[in-house]
């Protein structure tokens, strides 16, 4: 559909920008506290909430206080939180064993959450970096990170989360024919509501340094992800990734990072019109913190402003750590 409008002065576009009543009239887009997804950092521990430096107003807790934040979301609103597990680093192995442990911080933090706090759903996260002693989402041999070897385990690791209650599973790992595997094992065993929300145009991107500083995984990985994560050069590639992990069984797609990506988000949209999310990661989160920390912006409306591109790009809902600020200013 073309665009018309009418000539000057019959059209006067500022008519329809004079008040708000009739700014809210014609606004085209809106966010609300239905969109976010809560991304939160467990540790080991009882009583602990330690700050994340790179990420301020982000902390790491222990299980308990996990709960009690999913208690807080939840009486906010927030549909979802995400789990992302620190792991001690005597725990990461070259099997990453641990990430398929029934009790392992995750499984433990969602088995917590959902006694608790039933209404709220838990979404895991589906890649090898917390677990593994070379900080990568697959197996490493010889230099390689290898496929299919790792995509056994991610599949070992996506059951174990389903086991332990996770309403939605998220594959960040970006390895081949994975959420296909997952798909079939998840139904094998009996998880058939269990929802697959694949991390399917994920970008290897420098936005993601604070995350690794989070989860512990800065100092351990050798190398980078570039060999599995997409070429942020490339568009049609991430087209297709979300088309292959929608024919083999992923209920909702992301893209990821977010705000660099607003153009592969709005592809999607048109392209698929499937379920549709985006991660503002860890690094948009800190430029914003840190320009607002030293007065150069208003951290407030960038953040509002900032979710709000998320909705106009077509995006059905948003991974953000701004989510309990922003559905609080949301609710007034
Ligand atoms: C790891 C994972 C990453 C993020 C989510 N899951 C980092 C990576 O791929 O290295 C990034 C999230 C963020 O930066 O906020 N599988």
Partial sequence: MKPTIAPFPLARPRRSRRTEAIRSLVRENALSVNDLIWPVFVRDGEGIEEPVPSMPGVIRRSVDKIVEAA????????????????????????????????????????????????????????????????????????????????VEALVKMAVAQAEAGADIIGPSDMMDSRIGAMRQA???????????????????????????????????????????????????EALRMIERDLNEGA????VKPGMPYLDICRRVKDTFGVPTYAYQVSG????????????????????????????????DGILTYFAPAVAKAING
């Fill in 71 to 150: 208690r807080e979301a939840a009486d906010l609103g927030i549909p979802v939180i995400c789990l992302f597990p620190y792991t001690d680093p005597s725990l990461k192995t070259e099997d990453c064993a641990e990430a398929w442990s029934p009790d392992n911080l995750s499984n433990r933090a969602t088995g917590a959450i959902k006694q608790a706090v039933p209404e709220i759903a838990v979404m895991t996260d589906v890649a090898l970096d917390p677990y593994n002693i070379n900080g990568h989402d697959g197996y490493v041999v010889d230099g390689e990170i290898v496929n299919d070897p790792s």
């Fill in 186 to 236: 998840l139904e094998a065993a009996g998880h058939q509501h269990t929802l697959l929300l694949s991390y399917a145009a994920k970008y290897a991107s420098a936005f993601y340094g604070p995350f690794r500083d989070a989860v512990g995984a800065s100092g351990a990985l050798k190398g980078d992800k570039k060999t599995y994560q997409i070429d942020p050069a490339n568009s049609n």
């Fill in 251 to 254: 209920d909702m797609v992301m």
């Fill in 284 to 315: 948009e989160y800190a430029m914003i913190q840190a320009a607002a920390q030293n007065g150069w912006i208003d951290g407030d409306k960038v953040m509002v402003e900032s979710l709000m591109a998320f909705k106009r790009a077509g995006c």
